[in-house]
C-alpha cells in the first residue's frame, strides 16, 4: 500500500533539481523545496487524508466511488443538479486513477532500473527490456491476491522504509543544518524568489505525495486503523529522513544532483539498494492496481461498468479482489508507456496532473458528504475542506503546466475511459425503459374472456379478474 508513496524518493528530488524545469542546486532552493516535501506531505497525507477522508468509507471501502456512493441520490436517477455534479466529479476522478495507475508502475520501475547506471554506463541499453520484464512479472503474480503478495512484499518494505531512512540520516550528519528546512518560511521565501517558475517546480514537488489517493482507494483491502499507525510511526518518519538526507547531500555535493537518492548509498552497497529499490518499485505499482481493482469492483456495483469476472482472494477480507480483465489491460498500458517515453524524467512530465485532479475532486465529494450525508453545518465543514483544496488546486495548476510534456496522455485516457462509463451508465438506463415500455404493450385484454386481463410474459400465462 505504501509502495507508491514510498518510492518518491527515488525521482522526487531528482526532477526538481534535474528534471526539465530544473532549478539551480544552491541552499536556499534546496531549503525550499525541502520545505515543501514537508508541508505537502504534512498537509495532504498526514492531515486531509489520514485525519478527514479516511473517515469516509463505504462498508469498509475506500477511494472516490466511494464517497460517491455515500452521496444522497447516486444509486438512483439523478434527482438534481448537485447529485448530477457529484457523479460527473466522480466519474473524472475515478477515470483519472486508472490513467495514475497506468504511469505509476512505468515510472516506479523505470527509475528504480536507471539505477544501473550509476554503477555502470554499460547498462543503458537493458534499462527498457528490464523495466518491461519486470512489469510483466508483476501482473502475472496478481492473481496470487493481496495477502499472497503481502506476505513476500511486506518485509520487502520494512527493509526499504528502514534502508531509505538509514541513507537519510547519513546524508543528513552531513550538513545538520538542512533540518531548518521544517521552518515553513523556507517555502515562502522560495516562491517570493521564483515566483511563477517556483509554481512550475511545484509540479515536480508534487511527485511526493502520489501515492495519497491509492492509499484510500485500497482502504478496504487492510482497514482503516494499520493503515495510520503504520504512516505515523514508521512510514512518514522514514520519507521526511530520506528526502533532507538528499538535501543535505545536494548542499555538500551539487554535482549529485543528477540522481541524488543514489548519491547517498556508499559504493559498494550501490547494486544491492539498486536490487531493493526495483523490488520496492514493484510493490510501489501494488498500491495503484490493487486500488483499481477496487475502484472497478465499485464501478460494476454502481451500474457504471459491465460486469467482469471478480475474484475474492483472502477469505477474512472482503476488500482483497483480483479483477483479470483490469489487470490485462493495465499490463498492457504499462509496458506500452515504458516503450513510449523510455526514461523516468520524461514520463515524470506527464505524471501528476491525474493524481492532482482526482486529490481536487475527492475534496469536493468529501464536502458533498459531510454536509449532506453526515449533516455538518457549513461552519464546520468548509474550514478544513478549504484548506484541502488550497492544496489541491494549487498542485493541479502547477500540473496544467505539463500538459504539452506528457501530461496529455492521461486526459486522454481518462476522456475515453469517462465516455465509456457515462455511456454504460446511460445504455443501461435506456434499455430498462425500453423494456418497461415493450413490457406495457405487451399488456391486452382478450378478445374471447371479457373481463379477464392476460399478460404476456416468458413464463406460464396468468390470469387476474378486475
Avoid at 550509476?118 to 503474480?141: D, E, N, Q, Y
Wanted: glycine share 10%.
Amino acid at each position: 500500500m505504501y509502495g507508491d508513496i514510498g518510492t518518491s524518493p527515488l525521482y522526487a528530488i531528482k526532477e526538481c533539481f534535474h528534471g526539465i524545469h530544473a532549478i539551480e542546486v544552491n541552499a536556499d532552493n534546496i531549503l525550499g523545496v525541502l520545505s515543501l516535501v514537508f508541508w505537502s506531505l504534512t498537509g495532504v497525507v498526514s492531515f486531509k487524508y489520514l485525519g478527514f477522508v479516511v473517515h469516509a468509507d463505504n462498508r469498509g471501502e475506500g477511494g472516490i466511488f466511494a464517497l460517491l456512493a455515500l452521496v444522497p441520490g447516486a444509486r438512483e436517477r439523478l434527482a438534481d443538479r448537485a447529485t448530477k455534479v457529484a457523479v460527473f466529479a466522480a466519474l473524472m476522478g475515478a477515470s483519472l486513477l486508472y490513467g495514475d495507475g497506468m504511469i505509476t508502475p512505468a515510472i516506479s520501475v523505470l527509475s528504480a532500473v536507471e539505477g544501473l547506471e550509476v554503477a555502470t554506463r554499460a547498462a543503458h541499453g537493458a534499462v527498457v527490456p528490464l523495466t518491461c520484464f519486470i512489469l510483466i512479472g508483476l501482473f502475472m503474480a496478481q492473481r496470487r491476491g493481496t495477502a499472497g503478495i503481502g506476505r513476500v512484499f511486506g518485509p520487502v518494505m520494512a527493509v526499504w522504509f528502514i534502508t531509505i531512512a538509514s541513507l537519510g540520516v547519513r546524508g543528513i550528519l552531513l550538513h545538520p543544518q538542512v533540518l531548518t528546512a521544517l521552518n515553513p518560511a523556507h517555502a515562502v521565501s522560495f516562491f517570493a524568489t521564483h515566483h511563477v517558475h517556483g509554481f512550475v517546480v511545484l509540479s515536480s514537488v508534487v511527485l511526493c505525495i502520489t501515492g495519497g489517493e491509492a492509499l484510500y482507494a485500497d482502504l478496504g483491502h487492510f482497514g482503516r486503523k494499520p493503515i495510520e499507525l503504520s504512516w505515523f510511526s514508521f512510514v512518514f518518519p522514514s520519507l521526511v529522513l530520506n528526502y533532507f538526507g538528499q538535501g543535505a547531500l545536494l548542499l555538500a555535493h551539487p554535482e549529485a544532483a543528477t540522481n541524488p537518492f543514489f548519491g547517498l548509498v556508499p559504493r559498494l552497497l550501490l547494486l544491492p539498494v539498486v536490487a531493493l529499490s526495483t523490488a520496492a518499485t514493484v510493490i510501489a505499482s501494488q498500491a495503484l492496481i490493487t486500488g483499481s481493482f477496487s475502484l472497478t469492483q465499485q464501478a460494476i456495483q454502481l451500474g457504471y461498468c459491465p460486469r467482469l469476472q471478480i475474484i475474492h482472494t483472502s477469505r477474512r477480507m472482503r476488500g482483497q479482489i483480483y479483477i483479470p480483465a483490469v489487470n490485462g489491460a493495465l499490463a498492457v498500458a504499462c509496458v506500452a508507456l515504458v516503450l513510449l517515453f523510455r526514461e523516468s524524467s520524461r514520463l515524470a512530465a506527464a505524471y501528476g496532473i491525474a493524481v492532482t485532479a482526482t486529490m481536487a475532486i475527492t475534496s469536493i465529494l468529501y464536502f458533498v458528504v459531510v454536509t449532506r450525508n453526515w449533516g455538518w453545518s457549513l461552519w464546520k465543514a468548509i474550514p478544513p475542506v478549504a484548506l484541502f483544496l488550497a492544496f489541491d488546486l494549487t498542485y493541479f495548476g502547477s500540473n496544467l503546466l505539463k500538459v504539452v510534456d506528457g501530461g496529455w496522455v492521461p486526459i486522454l485516457i481518462a476522456t475515453l475511459l469517462l465516455i465509456a462509463m457515462s455511456a454504460w451508465k446511460e445504455g443501461r438506463a435506456e434499455l430498462g425503459k425500453r423494456i418497461s415500455e415493450a413490457s406495457f404493450r405487451s399488456t391486452f385484454y382478450s378478445p374471447r374472456s371479457t373481463g379477464t386481463l392476460f399478460i404476456a410474459s416468458k413464463g406460464p400465462r396468468y390470469s387476474s379478474r378486475r
